[in-house]
């Protein structure tokens, strides 16, 4: 660059500089859903329920607690019987804190009609019991959403919770 435009390298620098103190902007908020990478359930997909971007006293590294799928459901059909589909409707979650690092963000943004806030909070995951507690809950609200999920602006299901669905193939 200074080379080009004739500049001392001095300036160069200064113009490095200051393009790096542009900050990023924050994109993984509540409702993004994530893949996770590392650990017990690495390949599965979660979503955001709230993030700690500059740590907290019991992890002092950027973190966000995190609500995802475990065991997704399986594909039904029609000539199934009532007691088979609800076996295969069946959805195990899992509600854990995960380090930045060890997730990768997708494009999909769950609806906010399915208040990804809502699904736990910090007291619950202080106790087992809470964690138990949040388990269920997240698993009757993914259970509800992928059965019937909400519809897009064109009227469509939406992509996000389909996408949620599926499970990841690599």
């Known amino acids: 660059l200074a080379q080009v435009h004739g500049l001392g390298s001095r300036v160069c620098g200064s113009v490095v500089n200051t393009l790096a103190a542009v900050k990023?902007?924050?994109?993984?908020?509540?409702?993004?859903?994530?893949?996770?990478?590392?650990?017990?359930?690495?390949?599965?997909?979660?979503?955001?329920?709230?993030?700690?971007?500059?740590?907290?006293?019991?992890?002092?590294?950027?973190?966000?607690?995190v609500a995802g799928i475990d065991r997704a459901p399986l594909k039904v059909t029609r000539?199934?019987?009532?007691?088979?589909?609800?076996?295969?409707?069946?959805?195990?979650?899992?509600?854990?804190?995960?380090?930045?690092?060890?997730?990768?963000?997708?494009?999909?943004?769950?609806?906010?009609?399915?208040?990804?806030?809502s699904i736990c909070t910090d007291q619950q995951m202080d106790t087992p019991d809470g964690r138990k507690e949040a388990r269920k809950f997240a698993k009757s609200l993914f259970q509800e959403k992928f059965q019937n999920p909400p519809h897009d602006k064109s009227g469509r299901p939406s992509k996000d919770v389909l996408y949620m669905r599926k499970k990841l193939r690599f």
């Open 24 to 65: 990023m902007g924050k994109f993984i908020k509540a409702g993004r859903v994530v893949v996770m990478l590392q650990g017990r359930y690495a390949g599965k997909k979660a979503i955001v329920v709230k993030t700690y971007d500059d740590g907290s006293k019991a992890r002092p590294f950027g973190h966000c607690m």
């Open 79 to 117: 000539k199934m019987s009532k007691k088979k589909i609800t076996k295969r409707t069946k959805v195990k979650p899992f509600v854990k804190y995960v380090n930045y690092n060890h997730m990768m963000p997708t494009r999909y943004q769950v609806p906010n009609e399915m208040s990804p806030g």
